[in-house]
């Protein structure tokens, strides 16, 4: 397997738009998770999904993000409007049960200017 | 909640150097326990973990020992190398709730 796969790697857009970050996770992993990374918070969990049903998503920071997960093989986390404070780099991770590893994508890094 | 505290960084070695980075947890039951690395541009990758007290995580010279008594589970390396140049990080997951990441502490080894 490929590993979970994030895109795009790199995103700069500007404020008020509408940004779209995408993950495909490992086959057969049943939890898929999305955090964000900054310097000042660290690694924040936003929401997680079991069987592409949301569990969790109270670390969702506003109604300007919102995640979907359609299929087995693929999520998207929206943010809409963007605003600065939203730059960070954003993970993937998915794992085959709740308690096992997390494999994290490689990230997309996002600017919004 | 379930918390886990790191050592602050960043921490500079010079090469071959020993390694110990402090991690501390706070939880309810029997969490599990795990060491993740994070390498510049990339994302975190499993380094090594522990299910159960006393047991010991190993993988590439790297091993942490999950302490109950002390609610501990410090990573330790005998020698370091210029490419163990990472940030690392310590999490929990605790069974029913999410998995709790550290703060990470940066490592810098010199040649």
């Known amino acids: 397997d490929a590993g979970v796969i994030q895109s795009p790697r790199h995103e700069v857009t500007e404020m008020g738009q509408e940004v779209t970050l995408r993950c495909k996770p490992i086959?057969?992993?049943?939890?898929l998770f999305w955090y964000r990374q900054t310097m000042m918070r660290g690694l924040e969990l936003l929401i997680y999904?079991?069987?592409?049903?949301?569990?969790?998503d109270s670390g969702m920071p506003e109604d300007r993000f919102s995640a979907k997960m359609p299929n087995a093989s693929f999520s998207t986390l929206k943010i809409q409007p963007s605003e600065p404070r939203d730059s960070a780099v954003y993970f993937c991770?998915?794992?085959?049960?709740?308690?096992?590893?997390?494999?994290f994508g490689q990230g997309t890094r996002l600017t919004v200017v | 909640g379930d918390s886990v505290t790191q050592m602050e960084g960043p921490v500079t070695l010079s090469e071959e150097a020993f390694l110990t980075i402090n991690c501390t947890y706070t939880?309810?039951?029997?969490?599990?326990l795990f060491w993740y690395v994070q390498y510049p541009g990339e994302g975190l990758q499993l380094l090594l973990k522990?299910?159960?007290?006393?047991d010991k995580g190993s993988n590439k010279g790297f091993e942490a020992t999950y302490r109950k008594e002390t609610t501990s589970f410090h990573l330790e390396k005998g020698s370091v190398q210029v490419s163990d140049s990472a940030v690392y990080f310590c999490?929990?997951?605790?069974?029913?709730?999410?998995?709790?990441f550290g703060p990470g502490t940066r490592l810098s080894v010199l040649p």
């Open positions: 939880a309810t039951g029997y969490p599990s």
């Open positions: 522990a299910t159960k007290a006393d």
């Open positions: 991770a998915s794992s085959y049960t709740e308690y096992t590893e997390a494999f």
């Open positions: 999904f079991n069987n592409n049903v949301p569990i969790d």
């Open positions: 086959s057969g992993h049943d939890y």
């Open positions: 999490a929990l997951y605790n069974y029913g709730q999410n998995f709790v």
